[in-house]
């Protein structure tokens, strides 16, 4: 069974421009989050969307959005990059977000670097 | 605001050595804890997860023990191996179901 997929892998954006990430969850899984690892800061909620309403967001500004689609996959969109955006960008997913008992598998994380 | 904390940050140790990692959270109204494991440039793997009215979980040689009350969580490693070396990361499910990271146990199993 394939675990979450996230892409693409590595991006490079120069300092205004967006980004967007991708996810793919585990089959089966209907509620997917975004981390942030910023180097020397640690992981930082981001989003979690739940059956395709954003059910929680993290302390990040606005420019940092999100959706997530009929079958589940999500997407991280950040707009008006800035280098501080510069990090490791995980997604994760479980069964039913309203229940709070279940693990959550990550992914490989997307790294993200604005020059 | 919850706060989780992680002790030593990081452990460097000889292979077959016994060994444990700590964890403290401030807010004891948790759902569960889970601990993680994190190679270099790499996602996170799930190793255990203990729910909030569990006392401890096993899984191979880790073995993971939870005191709510108290806001403690000890992680277990027997018999360390060379391939144990990485990041070990405890996270506590909280109100919204966010998890609050720790800083991470770096640790480093010496053949």
């Known amino acids: 069974e394939a675990g979450v997929t996230q892409s693409p892998t590595h991006l490079i954006k120069t300092r205004g421009q967006q980004a967007t990430l991708r996810c793919s969850p585990i089959?089966?899984?209907?509620?997917v989050y975004w981390y942030q690892q910023a180097l020397g800061l640690g992981l930082q909620f981001l989003l979690w969307y739940d059956e395709g309403e954003e059910r929680n967001r993290g302390n990040f500004p606005p420019r940092f959005s999100g959706r997530q689609f009929p079958n589940y996959s999500s997407e991280l969109n950040v707009n008006a990059l800035e280098l501080e955006d510069s990090a490791l960008y995980l997604c994760?997913?479980?069964?039913?977000?309203?229940?709070?008992?279940?693990?959550?598998?990550f992914g490989e994380g997307s790294w993200l670097t604005v020059v | 605001k919850q706060e989780v904390t992680q002790i030593p940050a990081a452990l460097s140790v000889p292979e077959g050595e016994n060994l444990v990692l700590n964890c403290s959270f401030t807010d004891s109204a948790i759902y569960n804890l889970q601990w993680f494991r994190q190679d270099p440039g790499k996602g996170l793997t799930s190793l255990l997860l203990?729910?909030?009215?569990?006392r401890e979980q096993t899984s191979g040689r880790l073995n993971a023990s939870l005191d709510k009350s108290s806001g403690r969580s000890t992680l277990y490693i027997a018999a360390s191996q060379p391939g144990d070396s990485a990041t070990y990361l405890c996270?506590?499910?909280?109100?919204?179901?966010?998890?609050?990271f720790g800083s991470g146990t770096q640790l480093t199993v010496l053949p």
């Open positions: 994760a997913s479980s069964f039913q977000g309203g229940s709070a008992g279940n693990t959550i598998y």
């Open positions: 996270a506590v499910t909280g109100s919204a179901r966010q998890l609050t």
């Open positions: 203990i729910q909030s009215s569990q």
């Open positions: 089959s089966g899984h209907t509620s």
